[in-house]
């Protein structure tokens, strides 16, 4: 059955929780609840990046050839949202989501703040920080304990290059 009440959804973001911490080695990872948001969600920081938009994946390629070294890839924080298989969301579940949240998680640290001055301006990180999009991974959770994620993107977003 899906989760409709607040009990549900806390125990659902607790499993979540759990895996993220368990088996995906997250740290930082911590439940966040909002008024204006339906349920509670999750944010924390992923053992590796988990996401590299496409223009920053061509970007950093040029980059790299230029430097003669590889750019490092620190992990970002992210958002998680944890649902049941069963639950039906409209179009506008979600954008009520991404309207209640900022594109960087709560305490998450600024690329600027962690980078030297001559990489400020590198086109590379046009795509990094406060400047990236909001998405968050929807953990979606079966009746067998199984969780599946999935990144979603607030509007439209260039397919990645394989």
Sequence with gaps: MAPTSAPENEALAR???NNLENQHDWTGAKVHTQANLSRPMIYGLPPKRLYVHPDEQIALIKAEKNRSERI????????VLPLHLAEKWSPAQFAAVFDAIDAIPPGS??????????DADAQWKLWRGAKRGKRILLATV??????????????LVKPRQN
């Excluded at 490092?72 to 958002?79: D, F, H, R, Y």
């Excluded at 640290?109 to 001559?118: K, Q, R």
């Excluded at 079966?142 to 509007?155: A, E, H, R």
């Design 15 to 17: 499993i979540v929780l």
């Design 72 to 79: 490092p890839q620190p992990p970002e924080a992210e958002w």
């Design 109 to 118: 640290v600024d690329e600027e703040e962690s980078t030297g001055p001559e």
């Design 142 to 155: 079966q009746d067998d304990s199984t969780i599946t994620y999935y990144f979603m993107f607030d509007g």
